[in-house]
């Protein structure tokens, strides 16, 4: 493989809420009140008061003790995009390796890697101790996502001109910037325009890969 895309999962390759919002909603019929704290801590931080790798941690600490188990419950099956896994295919067939780089959570992050047949999955992990969340969280994709990035790019060898970018929130701004190529798929924050090669709204995962495919 010479070439490589990256690819966000929330909103990305997924419907409706974020697995962050999945959790919070679903930990609300035990702890009413979780909904509005979490969207607290979300305009602390689209706000710039706050940056990713805190909010992720303010909001794991809400759901601290917890089961564990709930969480799958919570965030599967995925609510995946129409054309995924025909859209990580058609990506293969031309000669790219598909890594899906996601601030979300790994437990249905790693399910989307499975059902659309991804090659790499990068995303955050709950910490759990006896089969409880703790409360705390590790966050291999916080702040910037080009960490991730960077490391996979350097250790397969690749020119930074064949590497190629998918998502639609602020959080993929620095990958957009540093790849060779980005795409904004139905942005949430109209500032990340700026930083997309192109953008377009669309239902369907194949129809942003035939735009990669005609820029490669």
Request: with cysteine; hydrophobic share 40%.
């Amino acid at each position: 493989m010479d070439k490589l895309i990256f690819i966000d999962v929330d909103g990305t390759l997924t419907h409706g809420l974020s697995s962050w919002e999945l959790v919070h909603h679903y930990f609300e019929q035990n702890v009413p009140g979780m909904v509005n704290e979490m969207n607290k801590n979300t305009k602390l931080w689209e706000d710039g008061k706050i940056d990713y790798n805190t909010w992720a941690r303010l909001d794991v600490a809400l759901w601290k003790g917890q089961k564990y188990t709930e969480l799958e419950k919570a965030l599967l099956p995925p609510n995946l995009i129409n054309g995924a896994k025909e859209g990580i295919s058609k990506l293969k067939e031309n000669g790219m390796y598909t890594v899906l780089v996601s601030g979300g959570i790994n437990i249905m992050v790693n399910e989307v890697k499975r059902l659309i047949g991804a090659d790499e999955a990068y995303s955050n992990i709950i910490c759990e101790d006896n089969g409880y969340i703790t409360g705390e969280v590790k966050v291999p994709v916080g702040n910037s996502k080009v960490e991730v990035v960077d490391r996979v790019i350097q250790r397969m060898n690749i020119d930074r001109k064949n590497t190629f970018a998918i998502g639609d929130h602020i959080n993929d701004k620095e990958m957009f910037e540093y790849c060779g190529y980005s795409l904004g798929i139905n942005i949430k924050r109209s500032e990340l325009k700026e930083y997309a090669d192109k953008v377009i709204d669309t239902d369907n995962f194949e129809i942003a890969v035939d735009n990669i495919i005609e820029n490669i």
